[in-house]
């Protein structure tokens, strides 16, 4: 099957809410996999928190994410307007080693995005972030 979705929300922690629902709404129209419905939420959740609490002063902001399915794979592309972000080089390593008590809250996000994709890339261009994440349907 073959699906697709554009959605705009505020950089404000309420809007989370919204994109779990565009998600599941999709996840059902497109048929994914429990799995795929999981890895996604995750990503997006962690994306979007990351981007609402860091990327910007206040959440008057836009998100713009874009999803489009299509025969075993879906790309999802994040863009934001905030500072400028490259997770896969300005995030640091986790610690991986360390006992859960040993180690810093937070810093696991990242980590997921590069595990639960496939594929994940970033540019800066036009004074906006952007992120473009591929995935299989079926791990």
Do not use: C
Not at 17 to 44: K, Q, S, T
Not at 89 to 97: E, G, K, M, S
Not at 102 to 114: A, K, M, W
Request: charged share 30%.
């Amino acid at each position: 099957m073959s699906a697709s979705l554009s959605l705009t929300v505020k950089t404000a922690r309420h809007e989370l809410e919204r994109i779990v629902e565009a998600i599941e709404n999709l996840a059902e129209e497109d048929d994914w996999p429990h799995d795929l419905l999981f890895r996604v939420n995750l990503v997006l959740e962690e994306l979007s928190l990351n981007i609402m609490d860091y990327g910007h002063d206040d959440d008057t902001s836009d998100i713009e994410i874009a999803f489009t399915s299509e025969g075993d794979s879906l790309t999802i592309e994040i863009v934001d307007g905030g500072r400028p972000f490259d997770p896969l080089n300005d995030a640091p390593d986790p610690d991986l080693t360390s006992g859960v008590a040993d180690r810093r809250v937070g810093g696991l996000g990242v980590h997921f995005v590069r595990t639960l994709m496939d594929d994940v890339r970033y540019e800066r261009s036009a004074g906006k972030n952007r992120l473009k994440m591929v995935t299989r349907k079926v791990r």
